[in-house]
């Protein structure tokens, strides 16, 4: 009597925060997980180094492949020879305001990227399961609270670009009968987000300010106001979707509502300092069209999923900031980018 093989996953962007996560829950619960990365000249893989193990060791159940959702022809080989029971899409250009700067990369990789990948599933006849990252950004200029009827109106070309893959992922559900669903993710924040997002701009800040070896911080829009919770809990809610017994769409939220000027008193008052006395308007950071307001209602996942956050704003705020302190202290210093976004 042959073995059960493990369940095989494929995760797009898992050296990112929500793929490096993912890998560590998929791993927790024994799949066989592969893990797609653009080949570059220095190493990105900081966030999945301590999952990873070296084939020459031991038997892994971690594999990295070099792809790039923009060369369709290496996803169908790889899909081929991989045949996953589930694939997670969470790689994109995700930098909201780099989006603007670059449209046309975005609307690629984060749009016609998902095409690629659905229309590699299709063309082979896998029998997989496939998850879609969508935004909250989708709903942009769409009043709050917003849930899975609330009508789209992106206002940046990555938002623009995560309705085509919303749209594309449930037609190919519909036209070909592809378990396909979309998980329409509000903000989610952790010590492993990437440094240019303003959460984790902030929080690095903060543990830069402490520590004196830093004295100002440049800031664009303060009161635009969002839904954040803690990605670790919200890639358990991606593995629900897929094990759920039709394939739909989620959104995935808390449902509270703080500005990015409450995440900065939060995050400066938890090490004991004032944020007036440090934060400086910079025009620079500002997007050419703003989203004001994104507060999710996540009651179907609530009712279907089982899903319910218990990380909300203050408690995260403090967790990256305590994350960066001991980081800090740890590394001796930062690398500061003149340049950062936000």
């Known amino acids: 009597m042959s073995e059960t093989r493990a369940k095989r996953a494929i995760v797009t962007g898992i050296t990112g925060q929500d793929g490096s996560y993912l890998a560590e829950l998929l791993l927790s619960k024994?799949?066989?997980?592969?893990?797609?990365?653009?080949?570059?000249?220095?190493?990105?893989?900081?966030?999945?180094?301590?999952?990873?193990?070296?084939?020459?060791?031991?038997s892994p159940n971690l594999f990295l492949?070099?792809?790039?959702?923009?060369?369709?022809?290496?996803?169908?080989?790889?899909?081929?020879?991989?045949?996953?029971?589930?694939?997670?899409?969470?790689?994109?250009?995700?930098?909201?305001?780099?989006?603007?700067?670059?449209?046309?990369?975005?609307?690629?990789?984060?749009?016609?990227?998902?095409?690629?990948?659905?229309e590699a599933i299709r063309a082979l006849g896998l029998n997989t399961k496939f998850y879609q990252a969508s935004s909250s950004e989708m709903f942009g200029a769409t009043p709050p609270p917003q849930n899975e009827d609330t009508p789209f109106y992106p206002r940046s070309p990555y938002g623009v670009a995560k309705v085509y893959s919303y749209w594309i992922t449930r037609n190919y559900r519909e036209a070909y009968g592809i378990f396909a669903s979309n998980g329409i993710l509000f903000n989610h924040e952790s010590p492993r987000r990437g440094d240019t997002f303003v959460t984790r701009k902030i929080t690095r800040a903060v543990a830069r300010i402490a520590a004196g070896e830093q004295s100002e911080l440049?800031?664009?829009?303060?009161?635009?106001?969002?839904?954040?919770?803690?990605?670790?809990?919200?890639?358990?809610?991606?593995?629900?979707?897929?094990?759920?017994?039709?394939?739909?769409?989620?959104?995935?939220?808390?449902n509270t509502a703080y500005t990015v000027k409450d995440f900065l008193e939060i995050s400066f008052g938890h090490a004991g300092l004032d944020w007036e006395k440090y934060v400086r308007?910079?025009?620079?950071?500002?997007?050419?069209?703003?989203?004001?307001?994104?507060?999710?209602?996540?009651?179907?996942?609530?009712?279907?999923?089982?899903?319910?956050?218990?990380?909300?704003?203050?408690?995260?705020?403090?967790?990256?900031?305590?994350?960066?302190?001991?980081?800090?202290?740890?590394?001796g210093s930062y690398y500061v980018d003149t340049v950062q976004t936000a």
């Open 30 to 58: 024994g799949y066989e997980v592969h893990g797609l990365i653009r080949r570059s000249s220095t190493f990105n893989t900081d966030r999945i180094d301590h999952i990873y193990q070296d084939p020459h060791e031991q």
């Open 218 to 254: 440049f800031m664009g829009n303060l009161d635009s106001v969002r839904d954040w919770g803690y990605a670790p809990e919200y890639v358990e809610a991606m593995w629900r979707m897929l094990q759920h017994d039709e394939p739909t769409d989620f959104v995935v939220a808390t």
């Open 281 to 331: 308007f910079d025009e620079r950071y500002l997007r050419p069209t703003e989203v004001d307001a994104l507060i999710g209602d996540a009651g179907k996942a609530r009712d279907l999923l089982g899903w319910t956050p218990t990380i909300l704003t203050p408690r995260l705020a403090q967790i990256m900031v305590d994350a960066d302190i001991k980081a800090l202290e740890l590394s």
């Open 65 to 118: 492949h070099y792809s790039d959702l923009t060369d369709g022809s290496r996803l169908v080989t790889l899909l081929g020879q991989i045949q996953p029971d589930e694939v997670y899409n969470l790689a994109a250009q995700s930098h909201v305001r780099v989006s603007f700067d670059e449209p046309e990369y975005t609307g690629d990789v984060t749009g016609l990227g998902t095409i690629r990948l659905l």
